[in-house]
């Protein structure tokens, strides 16, 4: 049987003051894609792990990986002076 993916709500744009405001925009936009966390990990070439930990805050994340996992989840990072 398929796991069932439970959607989130994508969050209102906001200044990124910590990991967990990055973590519930990438497990938005997984879940709002029908994507299991398996799923989601081989499109974006990370661990299992890896998405885990972006998506709960757990762990400190290189910034590459960070970049790689929203481009291809379609998250948009922006940066402003």
Do not use: W
């Amino acid at each position: 049987m398929a796991k069932k993916i439970v959607k989130h709500n994508v969050p209102e744009p906001q200044k990124l003051k910590d990991q967990k405001i990055l973590g519930d925009f990438i497990r938005a936009a997984r879940t709002n894609s029908d994507m299991t966390l398996e799923d989601a990990a081989a499109l974006c070439r990370v661990s299992i792990k890896t998405m885990t930990n972006l998506e709960n805050a757990k762990a400190d994340i290189k910034f590459s990986t960070v970049l790689k996992v929203c481009e291809a989840l379609g998250v948009t990072l922006r940066i402003e002076a």
